[in-house]
């Protein structure tokens, strides 16, 4: 049940977020949020590894997502800001 309401969620976003919805734009900034800070963390836990050139699953599409992650959270960042001032 928990796995069908995050992925609900999830796919609701760009519905809500059309409509306006604030709970969509909730959503969205914490999808990016997490994705972009989470996403971080493949370049720290290699160290923690006891192999001297081990990969750790993500390394390689950290470097497009987090960029995508941060360029969601600055679009809706510029989005609030432009709706508080109208």
């Known amino acids: 049940m928990l796995i069908l309401i995050s992925v609900g969620a999830w796919l609701l976003i ?8 604030l709970f969509g734009y909730y959503l969205a ?3 990016f949020a997490a994705m972009g800070i989470k ?6 836990f290699p160290f923690f ?3 001297s050139y081990g ?3 993500g390394m390689a599409s950290v ?3 987090a960029p995508i ?4 959270m600055f679009r809706l ?3 609030s800001s432009y709706k508080e001032n109208t």
């Open 29 to 31: 900034w914490t999808f």
């Open 39 to 44: 996403e971080l963390a493949h370049f720290i």
């Open 49 to 51: 590894t006891d192999e």
């Open 55 to 57: 990969y750790f699953p």
């Open 63 to 65: 470097v497009v997502l």
């Open 77 to 79: 960042s510029r989005k």
């Open 14 to 21: 760009p519905i809500l977020v059309k409509r306006g919805n």
């Open 69 to 72: 992650a941060w360029w969601g």
